[in-house]
Nanobody, 117 residues
Framework: QVQLVESGGGLVQPGGSLRLSCTAS????????MAWYRQTPGKERELVAT??????????IYPDSVRGRFTISADNAKNTVYLQMDKLKPEDAAVYFC????????WGRGTEVIVSP
């Protein structure tokens, strides 16, 4: 079964940047759309970025809350999907996970992002 391992989280000041990584145990990115999700205590997991790769090129989708600040990308050779997060806000603080879109794989442990002065 495919395993997902997220990394790159940490403490950052408002306005700062972080780059998250998610590595899969085997190549799945050519088969599925990939996505980043985030979750805060007591709330539903929220979709924050989607990447679908077509022969004509990649397609990315973002909700209004992160559009223009977050960028999803992938390195198929490394079985890794990234989330570049810029201009971070306190409300971006959460545990971030990657998965397919829709989510079909076992969830990894996620990586925690803390946004605080």
């Amino acid at each position: 079964q495919v395993q997902l391992v997220e990394s790159g989280g940490g403490l950052v000041q408002p306005g700062g940047s972080l780059r998250l990584s998610c590595t899969a145990s085997r190549n799945i990115f050519s088969l599925y759309a990939m996505a980043w999700y985030r979750q805060t205590p007591g709330k539903e997991r929220e979709l924050v970025a989607t990447l679908a790769q077509f022969n004509s090129g990649p397609v990315t989708i973002y909700p209004d809350s992160v559009r223009g600040r977050f960028t999803i990308s992938a390195d198929n050779a490394k079985n890794t999907v990234y989330l570049q997060m810029d201009k971070l806000k306190p409300e971006d603080a959460a545990v971030y996970f990657c998965n397919t879109k829709p989510a079909t794989l076992p969830w990894g442990r996620g990586t925690e992002v803390i946004v605080s002065p």
